[in-house]
C-alpha cells in the first residue's frame, strides 16, 4: 500500500487487490466489468496474471481525490498456481470468488485459504463473492449453490463479508470494490471522509 501525495493528478492511496478463484468463474469478467464497463461471454480465460487499473473518487480532509486499485487478475488453473506467493505479497484487498452455479468452485476455495494462511494474508481485507448470479434462475435447482452451504462455508473460514455479483448484468459489481476498499481504509486507519 502506497500513500501518494494530494495533488490533482496522483492518487492519495494506491491498493493492490487480487481476484482468487478456479478458472472460469467470472473474476476476469469482474475485473473488466468495474474497469471498463464491458461484457463478453467469451472471454478467454486468464494465463498467468492479468493486470487491471481503476481509479475511485473520495474525500479526505474535505478535499476531491481519488484511490487507485490496481486489479490483480490470476489464472485459477493448477499450473499457475506456483506463482502464488508471488502474486499474493503485498496485497491489501482480495476477492474469493466462486460461481454461484458450480459447487466444486466453492468448495475449491479452501485450497486458496490455504495459500493465504501460509503466507500471512488471514488478517489482509477480503470479501467471498458468488459471481454469475444471472444464470442461477435459469439452471436446474441441483445445479445452484445452496445458501446453507455457503453460509456453512464462510463461518468455516470465518468470513462475514459475501456479495453475489453478476458482471453480465452489471450487478453488485461497484459495490464489492467500495465495500473492500472501505474495510481496507479501516484496517489501515487511513483518513477519509466518503467515497463518491
Known sequence: MLKAEKTDTKPIYIFKVCILGQERVGKTCIARRLCFNTFDVNTKETLG??????????????????VRISIWDFGGREQFKKLFPYYINGANGIFMV???VDLQTL????????????YNQTNTPR????????LVNTVDEKFKVDELVIKRFMDRHEEHDFYK????????????FKELLLNILKKNKLDYDRLL
Open 49 to 66: 496474471i492479468e493486470f487491471y487499473t481503476k481509479d475511485i473518487p473520495i474525500i479526505v480532509d474535505g478535499d476531491d481525490s481519488f
Open 127 to 134: 470479501m467471498c463473492v458468488g459471481a454469475k448470479n444471472d
Open 165 to 176: 455479483t453478476s458482471s453480465k448484468e452489471n450487478f453488485n459489481i461497484d459495490v464489492i
Open 98 to 100: 466462486f460461481n454461484l
Open 107 to 118: 468448495l475449491r476455495l479452501d485450497w486458496w485459504y490455504e495459500k493465504l494462511n501460509e
